[in-house]
């Protein structure tokens, strides 16, 4: 006999447990499924550090930050426990770039600062600054596997069942629901949400219209800040752009956006890639005076990302899919887990920026970093 839900969730990273918890929490029978074991090393949710900010080029992000800001402060206040820590967000970089950053706050009302480089350094001494930063100061860090334990945990005991360490092998929308078969069962649903990341373009073949989704493997470092110094969140935004962060453990993370190779999700190698690593070792050396210069551990992750680094939200009969997060979606989860939910379960998301079909919000370079 099959079992049978409300909706059938196939990935259980950062978005698809985002919205397993918010299926739960609405009253919906849910079942979550991942192919891997919690916390896993093997996609993109991993680790303990992520950046939360509102200092955006495109006011869509900026609006949606702002409620997803909202959201994770309200899940601090109900669980007692700060997954969010305000510690300032700097942009420096390429000036067009920190003119439309500043463009987009204004455009939803969001207060910063211009910093030249003296204020910069006295504000920052832990950094470097040759030319003007603009300062956010709401930005901040969110706990990622605190946040992705709070989602699960609220999501079983508000009913959801998740399975882990069992892979989708095919989806079939039939006439009364959704077929989810795997190498232990076949689940019905009467929809289904795919959150599967780097697996994304596999899982759903024949499925859904998507846009071409590249996976990249990234590297980070982390360093030992110096005298108990203290860090804001920080991307330089240049031809190679870096960004930092401090970590809840206390140490500094520092990573190139968008510079790893393309890889199989299946088959990559999380070996570091000599190049890109002795380029990142030099940036920190040459940029980031606060902290000890030699890293005291690493970690790779990876991106799967459309060409235009926008998100996929959107429904094709009843197969929703949340994907294409690489590189900044995490920021997102509480709310994208909420639209995610609604549209499974009925609900459009009116104005969706992240439909299928679409065209191009802004020209030039990325400001989505």
Same mark, same amino acid.
């Given at each position: ?50 950046? /939360? ?15 997803? @800001? ?11 426990? $700060? ?6 967000? +700097? ?14 706050? &204004? ?60 892979? /989708? ?10 077929? +989810? ?11 289904? +949400? ?14 859904? $219209? ?28 240049? &031809? ?5 962060? $401090?970590?809840?453990?206390?140490? @500094?993370?520092?990573? &190139? ?29 040459? #940029? +980031?005076?606060?902290?000890?210069? #030699?890293? /005291?551990?690493? #970690? ?51 104005? #969706? ?17």
């Amino acid at each position: 006999m099959t079992d049978s839900y409300d909706v059938v969730v196939v990935g259980c990273g950062g978005a698809g447990a985002a919205t397993t918890w918010w299926l739960a929490r609405s009253g919906f029978r849910v079942l979550a499924i991942d192919r891997f074991e919690a916390h896993h090393v093997r996609g993109s949710s991993h680790g303990r550090e992520r950046i /939360v900010r509102l200092a955006y080029g495109d006011p869509v992000y900026v609006a949606l930050a702002q409620e997803s @800001l909202r959201m994770w402060h309200e899940l601090d206040a109900a669980i007692d426990a $700060p997954l969010v820590r305000t510690v300032g967000g +700097v942009d420096t970089g390429f000036a067009d770039e920190l003119e439309q950053v500043a463009r987009g706050c &204004e455009s939803a009302g969001v207060p910063y600062d211009w910093l030249n480089p003296d204020e910069a350094r006295r504000t920052f001494p832990g950094l470097r600054f040759e030319g003007r930063a603009l300062l956010q100061r709401d930005a901040g860090c969110v706990d990622a596997h605190a946040a992705l334990d709070t989602f699960e945990r609220s999501a079983v005991a508000n009913g959801a069942v998740i399975h882990r360490s069992e892979t /989708v092998t095919r989806i079939e929308e039939q006439a009364a629901g959704v077929d +989810v078969t795997t190498d232990r069962a076949t689940y019905r649903g009467d929809a289904v +949400v795919v959150t599967t990341g780097a697996w994304a373009a596999s899982t759903l073949a024949g499925l859904a $219209p998507l846009p071409p989704i590249s996976v990249t493997r990234e590297q980070v470092a982390f360093f030992r800040p110096k005298r108990d110094a203290t860090f804001p969140t920080f991307i330089d935004r240049r &031809e190679t752009s870096y960004y930092g962060l $401090p970590t809840p453990t206390g140490l @500094l993370k520092v990573g &190139e956006h968008y510079t790893g190779p393309v890889v199989d999700a299946d088959t990559y190698s999380a070996d570091l890639e000599p190049r890109t690593w002795q380029r990142l070792l030099a940036w920190v050396r040459d #940029n +980031v005076p606060g902290v000890e210069p #030699n890293p /005291v551990d690493h #970690n790779t992750c990876l991106y799967a990302s459309g060409p235009d680094e926008d998100f996929v939200v959107d429904r094709r009969g009843r197969v929703t899919v949340g994907v294409g997060l690489g590189g900044h979606g995490f920021k997102f989860l509480p709310l994208l887990g909420r639209r995610l939910a609604e549209i499974a379960t009925g609900t459009p998301w009116a104005d #969706n920026p992240f439909r299928f079909a679409r065209g191009p919000r802004l020209a030039g370079r990325s400001l989505h970093k």
